[in-house]
């Protein structure tokens, strides 16, 4: 991951303080920022994940700089036409580093933050109408199949770490376990010295996409990478010993999510790999292979942690009737005596009551 790999550079990160922006200075909140710590820890309250509040968090800290820039920012004042033009904003924004606008389904994470905000603002009595309640929204971007990498090019991704070297080590060992499980790269991060069993090979993943935890089973390639990180790689990077990380930074702390997804994305464009997307191909590319292999896509979603819809179970199920209804031994011929048809009881008739007693 590092410009220059090595146990030298490993060394020289070592007490090195690890970059970033400087200590923000206390500042005096007002409007929509003086409300937004009350309306997070009123989220948290109501046991919202930690990753759904910082998109919270994020979502009202763009709101407040773009009425900021109005001049005019206090929830008092807000009428519904000031939320239709955020949202044309949201509409016509674009991202300054490749210019790409927002998809439709960020707008509607975004819109539904603020939905949210000001219908606690009018519950707890800080404005006396919600100008957000008849909000229209956009209509949901269709889902599209994702796209997944192939066997060529899963090869030439993880022929790229150098093995001999300890950020090499790591970094091979982070791929072989995507591939082998189709975890996320925020569950990555989040995984702890402790929550790899060698002995068994599986995978604990704590508190994941909407809290859930998970059991994972390791295969065996992947179990071998990651005896040999833990016994080769990791105690060269842990020297803090409040850190329980299993992949470590450099400098000893745990990998954050963005930058693992970077990292990813300099593997993908140095291959020659144009598919959008960095660490969730992985996660396409371990399913997809499971269902090519024979695996059941009820067998697939479950150790991925992907949510069963509705829709989806009701098509299994016709499926399942279907297939059972197809494999039904046939009762023609000769075969009605191989499998003769099951015993079926006979149709009822209409219930008789009790001839009436009398009474001499």
Same mark, same amino acid.
């Given at each position: ?24 200075? *206390? ?83 975004? !819109? ?36 997944? !990498? ?6 030439? !991704? !993880? ?195 009790? *001839? ?5």
């Amino acid at each position: 991951m590092p410009g220059q790999p090595g146990l030298p550079n490993l060394t020289a990160m070592r007490g090195r303080r690890k970059g970033g922006a400087p200590t923000p200075q *206390p500042r005096i909140l007002q409007g929509i920022a003086a409300h937004a710590d009350a309306f997070l820890a009123n989220l948290a309250a109501r046991a919202y994940s930690q990753p759904s509040i910082e998109a919270h968090r994020w979502a009202l800290r763009q709101f407040a700089a773009w009425t900021a820039g109005r001049g005019s920012d206090d929830p008092a004042l807000f009428i519904r036409a000031d939320l239709e033009a955020y949202q044309l904003f949201l509409h016509h924004y674009r991202s300054p580093r490749g210019g790409k606008p927002l998809v439709t389904n960020t707008q509607l994470a975004r !819109l539904g933050c603020i939905r949210r905000f000001f219908a606690w603002l009018c519950r707890s009595g800080t404005i006396s109408a919600n100008p957000a309640a008849d909000l229209d929204l956009p209509r949901k971007q269709a889902r599209h199949l994702p796209k997944a !990498l192939n066997a060529d090019e899963i090869a030439r !991704l !993880l022929a790229i770490p150098n093995p001999v070297d300890p950020f090499g080590l790591r970094d091979r060992t982070m791929l072989e376990l995507f591939y082998a499980t189709g975890i996320r790269r925020t569950e990555m991060t989040n995984l702890d010295h402790g929550d790899y069993e060698p002995a068994t090979r599986t995978l604990v993943v704590r508190q994941g996409k909407g809290g859930k935890s998970r059991m994972l089973p390791v295969g065996e390639r992947a179990a071998a990478w990651m005896d040999r990180y833990l016994a080769e790689s990791r105690p060269l990077f842990h020297h803090l010993p409040s850190e329980t990380a299993l992949f470590l930074s450099g400098y000893g702390t745990r990998i954050s999510p963005a930058y693992l997804g970077n990292w990813i994305k300099k593997l993908l464009k140095r291959c020659g790999i144009d598919k959008p997307g960095s660490c969730h191909l992985w996660r396409h590319s371990c399913a997809t292979d499971m269902h090519r292999g024979g695996a059941d896509i009820r067998y697939v979603q479950e150790p991925s942690g992907a949510r069963w819809t509705g829709a989806q179970r009701r098509a299994s199920k016709r499926c399942d009737r279907k297939g059972a209804s197809n494999a039904r031994p046939r009762t023609h011929g000769n075969d009605a005596y191989l499998h003769p048809r099951p015993h079926r009881r006979p149709a009822r008739g209409p219930r008789q009551l009790p *001839p009436a007693r009398t009474i001499g």
